[in-house]
């Protein structure tokens, strides 16, 4: 009885959603509402994962798991960012300098350390691959896509050539393009079997 | 009424029935044949023998034989089994018996009488009378055994009758009195020709392989002088060995009974059908496995089982790939070449002169950014994440500084939990400009929601965050990823085409959005560090980008020569598994 | 002029109704037998040898719950759980599951623990598979993840729902410890950085596969066959569609 109603509510505030497409102005009293109170929910789950984040930290350094060291640190930190972020008013300057002094280095590394993997990643394609079909469009695709982006290739708009590079140049997108159909249809189709009630993860079927 | 005993499989059965219940036998046509019936009363032990002439028992044939019994002719050959069994029945003989004295002489009969009495059996009144003891005894046995068949039970038969045929079996006058028992002659099919034998009684030494085509020669040295008796003592010897069925009644009649044997004791008859029934002992062999009733699904299931069962010892096709593990040295060279590469391309040398035209997406934005009315109402959304800050600064500069001049109204909305901070450290300066009003509405968790919201109708109540869609003459999205970007283009492109979507974009998000510009979505499109440079280049401002493109261009090349370097020298024998990725 | 929320709605509709209908056939006649897929079944093992060497084993569910590129990642990941959650991945507490969203850590924790009220007693303890979430954007989530790989000898990594170019680092770290990666993530960018890589890999939408080639049934066979026809039609619509623009009815 609960799962039937809990998936007559979502099913009721998707048709009301997507009826607002239809029906905009007779909706229009009822809609900011249901968008406040899914930015409210969506707000407190934000907030409950920042829960199990520090709740994560708080029982590796209980348990005296290996990496503790490293969750003393990062308490720290949220407990001077969580304290600085309440204490002081918003646009302050040293505030921003404080987390984005940390933040930015940080992710900017990470992205650094993935670009060097995928290089090596690209050294390694045909090895873990091998020379199949899929294999070879890939390279060849992600080479082309190089080649454009240095920017030596050129033609003057207008003309033969300028179509046929413009062509090669788009022809990885058809590929990523048909992907996301596909992509799409599959999350249609998952959607539908959890509204429908035929999938249900929460529990036994 | 007695019970009818089955020939086949020595079941009993109601005397009114033509057939046995368990086998289906026919039991009236053995009943002509043969059958004997079981039997309490003493008075028809004697008449068990009923039939043909070919039902006769071994004694009187073993009579006629030695004594040259003529044949039977004239009235006598008319007459049916159990009359001529019954002409020869000793009446006499049997109260002599059961009163435990000798036989007396036959009393004299009158000439008349003796005239027509046969010649054979004046042959046999003859011989009790001087031979007293020939077949007395077992005559006194088999009266003894009769009385006993009434009074105990089929267990105690058993054993009565086994250790009652061993004797008898032992007996050496017994042996040589009687007349040898003829063996059937049994071919490649194991079916006993038809001989003199009784049909019954070649059934019963058949069942019991006594007359097989390996035993037979035995059996002809184990018998001296193939006398009854003989043949009862042999046949008590292969029951004792376990004789098999080879019946095809048997395997219809999968819950018969595993008698035993019997073994009639002294009072005992001797042609007691249920003890002949229960001779023929059933052992059950394999095709008498009690039958299973097993249902279709039950079937199934069992063959899942034990395809289960099967495939979990089965071989599986899994890949064993052996992946050559990168080695931590060649991570860092890499590292190291990289690093050098781009710092030079950094920091030394004068920066590439672009001749790089603008794409048609980058000239259309930036000819809106031209053309904003000088009190325009501008949206900025910000999806950017701390790691592509840079670059978006790099990217947005040139037209945020063409955006944010004074008198325009800004509303700044931040979908990223670190955009809020990102926008002020990116907008700091600009934003200091006199006359320019900023309105930062801070962070909004769910990006899509906040695009259907402002896009949707707002009455005059009530309005999501304040704001009002027909207030904005454009909206700029900043984003480093397709996902939030397509959102906002989509709700916002549907519900509200007349407004301006301009999305300033990383390199990762430019190519998937570009049919948002092909088809109209989007008034227009910057993305990455080469649009970036090219804009630059044209604005003539800065040279920020200028000396980033380049180093950006010297990486490329470096990934280009590790593609082609590693699909040269790949070796693809060390890898035989090829990946199994769908799609 | 064609209405697009009008097809839209249509194809919707339509999808709901083969749904169901197909649904209801499966479930009354024997299904159809799918393709397998030695990723997959390569990725099931991988969890019973690790469970078998004692080490631990990931579940990164994904740092979104819900786009607009992708919109069924992440329901897709929550999915797939309930069925890669038994009594034998759980009894020796080395199964944990990772998500980048806070609605996904509570999703999936609801998920442990109706798994566990629903089918088995109440008095046993869900502390088998642990939930956590070790980052609130799609690199810190990164970060995170790498702490507690590097951690733990990880023997199986399963990367699902939506998933940033990032998780090539985490892919990394799990096979340098000699452990199995296993990608079934859907967004194009993590699915181009783990291709050179990563050995078991699903592209595309074989991803939505993977719950009913781990637990077949009706529903995911009707979701298959749903599926195929729209693609079918979508094909037809783009071939008829680049005909009349090439005629120059469109």
Request: glycine fraction near 10%.
């Amino acid at each position: 009885m609960r799962r039937i109603l809990i998936s007559l509510v979502a099913l009721l505030v998707g048709l009301l959603v997507l009826a607002g497409y239809f029906f905009p102005f007779q909706l229009s009293s009822v809609l900011p509402l249901i968008i406040d109170a899914a930015l409210l929910l969506v707000g407190a789950a934000g907030l409950i994962g920042i829960g199990y984040l520090v709740r994560m930290h708080v029982l590796r350094l209980a348990r005296k798991e290996r990496g503790k060291f490293f969750s003393i640190i990062f308490l720290i930190a949220f407990l001077i960012a969580l304290v600085a972020g309440l204490a002081l008013p918003p646009g302050n300057t040293f505030y921003r300098n404080l987390i984005l002094g940390v933040q930015v280095p940080v992710e900017a590394g990470l992205l650094s350390v993935l670009a060097v993997m995928l290089l090596v990643a690209s050294l390694k394609l045909i090895r873990t691959r091998g020379w199949t079909p899929l294999s070879i469009g890939f390279l060849s695709s992600a080479l082309l896509s190089f080649v454009f982006e240095l920017g030596f290739l050129q033609a003057e708009p207008g003309t033969l050539s300028a179509e046929l590079l413009s062509f090669l140049e788009r022809l990885p997108w058809i590929g990523a393009r048909g992907i996301l159909l596909g992509m799409a249809l599959g999350g249609l189709i998952v959607g539908l079997r959890v509204l429908l009630m035929i999938d249900r993860p929460y529990g036994e079927e | 009424m007695l019970p009818l005993i089955c020939p086949e499989c020595g079941a009993e059965n109601p005397s009114d029935l033509e057939r046995c219940q368990d086998c289906h036998a026919l039991l009236m046509d053995r009943n002509e044949e043969g059958q004997t019936k079981a039997t309490g009363d003493h008075a028809e032990s004697l008449d068990l023998l009923s039939g043909t002439e070919h039902d006769l028992p071994d004694l009187l044939h073993a009579l006629r034989q030695d004594e040259g019994a003529p044949h039977i002719e004239g009235d006598q050959e008319d007459l049916s089994p159990e009359d001529f069994v019954e002409s020869f029945s000793l009446p006499d003989i049997d109260e002599r018996l059961i009163a435990g004295g000798e036989i007396a002489e036959p009393e004299v009969q009158s000439d008349e009488l003796q005239d027509e009495i046969p010649d054979w059996l004046l042959r046999i009144r003859q011989r009790t009378s001087e031979e007293p003891d020939s077949v007395g005894e077992i005559t006194q046995k088999i009266q003894a055994a009769q009385e006993s068949l009434v009074e105990d039970e089929r267990a105690d038969r058993q054993d009565h009758f086994s250790s009652w045929l061993e004797k008898l079996g032992d007996d050496p006058e017994s042996a040589t009195e009687l007349a040898p028992v003829e063996k059937p002659v049994i071919d490649d099919s194991e079916e006993a020709q038809p001989d003199d034998e009784p049909d019954w009684l070649e059934k019963i030494r058949l069942a019991e392989g006594k007359f097989d085509s390996d035993g037979a020669e035995d059996d002809d040295e184990n018998r001296d002088g193939d006398s009854l008796l003989q043949w009862l003592v042999s046949l008590e010897d292969s029951a004792q060995k376990g004789p098999s069925t080879s019946l095809d009644e048997d395997e219809k009649n999968p819950l018969k009974e595993e008698t035993s044997e019997e073994e009639p004791g002294w009072d005992e008859p001797f042609f007691a059908q249920e003890d002949t029934q229960q001779i023929r002992s059933l052992e059950q062999d394999a095709s008498d496995q009690p039958f299973l009733d097993v249902s279709h699904e039950e079937q199934i299931q069992a063959d899942q089982l034990a395809a289960t069962i099967g495939d979990e010892t089965a071989l599986r096709s899994i890949k064993t790939h052996r992946r050559a593990r990168s080695s931590w040295f060649l991570q860092l060279g890499l590292a190291l070449v990289l690093m050098v590469v781009l710092g030079v391309a950094l920091f030394y040398g004068a920066p590439i002169d672009s001749k790089l035209s603008l794409k048609p997406q980058n000239q259309a934005l930036l000819t809106w950014a031209d053309t904003l009315p000088p009190n325009a109402s501008v949206l900025i959304f910000f999806d950017v994440q701390a790691g592509y800050a840079d670059e978006i600064n790099l990217i947005a500069q040139p037209v945020l500084n063409l955006v944010l001049t004074p008198g325009r109204k800004i509303s700044l909305i931040s979908s990223s939990p670190a955009g809020v901070l990102l926008a002020e450290q990116l907008f700091d300066e600009m934003l200091e400009v006199e006359g320019m009003v900023v309105d930062d509405l801070g962070y909004v968790p769910f990006g899509m929601l906040m695009a259907y919201g402002m896009a949707s109708p707002a009455n005059e109540a009530r309005s999501l965050l304040g704001l009002e869609r027909d207030d904005f003459d454009g909206v700029l999205i900043l984003s480093d990823n397709f996902e939030g970007t397509a959102a906002w283009i989509e709700q916002f492109s549907a519900k509200n085409p007349d407004i301006p979507l301009n999305c300033l974009v990383t390199a990762q998000a430019g190519p998937l959005l570009a049919p948002y510009w092909e088809t109209g979505q989007i008034s227009g499109l910057i993305s990455g560090l080469s649009d970036a440079q090219r804009i630059e280049s044209v604005l003539g401002e800065s040279q920020d980008a200028a000396y980033r493109w380049r180093a950006y261009r010297f990486g490329i090349l470096i990934a280009i020569v590790m593609l082609v370097v590693g699909a040269t020298i790949a070796d693809e024998g060390k890898n035989k598994e090829e990946g199994q990725g769908g799609g | 002029m064609i209405d697009w929320f009008l097809a839209g709605w249509v194809v919707i509709g339509v999808s709901a109704v083969l749904l169901l209908l197909l649904t209801l056939f499966f479930r009354l006649r024997k299904g159809y037998a799918a393709r397998r897929l030695t990723s997959v079944d390569a990725f099931r093992t991988s969890q019973f040898v690790s469970i078998e060497q004692g080490r631990f084993r990931q579940l990164l569910l994904g740092d979104q719950l819900w786009t607009s590129a992708y919109p069924g990642l992440g329901l897709q990941a929550l999915t797939i759980l309930p069925k890669l959650l038994d009594v034998e991945s759980a009894v020796d507490g080395g199964l944990s599951l990772s998500a980048g969203e806070g609605s996904l850590a509570v999703f999936a924790r609801q998920i442990i623990e109706g798994r566990y009220t629903d089918g088995f007693s109440t008095a046993l303890s869900s502390s088998g598979v642990r939930s956590m979430m070790p980052g609130v954007t799609p690199l810190s989530l990164t970060a995170g993840m790498l702490s507690e790989l590097s951690a733990h000898p990880h023997g199986s990594l399963g990367l699902l729902g939506h998933l940033s170019p990032s998780v090539l680092l985490l892919a990394e770290t799990v096979q340098n410890q000699k452990g199995h990666v296993f990608g079934a993530g859907g967004s194009l960018s993590a699915q181009a950085v783990l291709y050179p890589v990563v050995q078991d890999l699903l592209l595309g939408e074989t991803v939505y596969m993977l719950p009913g080639l781990i637990d077949p049934g009706a529903g995911h066979q009707a979701g298959w066959m749903t599926e195929d026809i729209l693609r079918f039609l979508l094909i037809c619509g783009l071939i008829a569609g680049a005909v009349l623009k090439m005629i120059g009815v469109l």
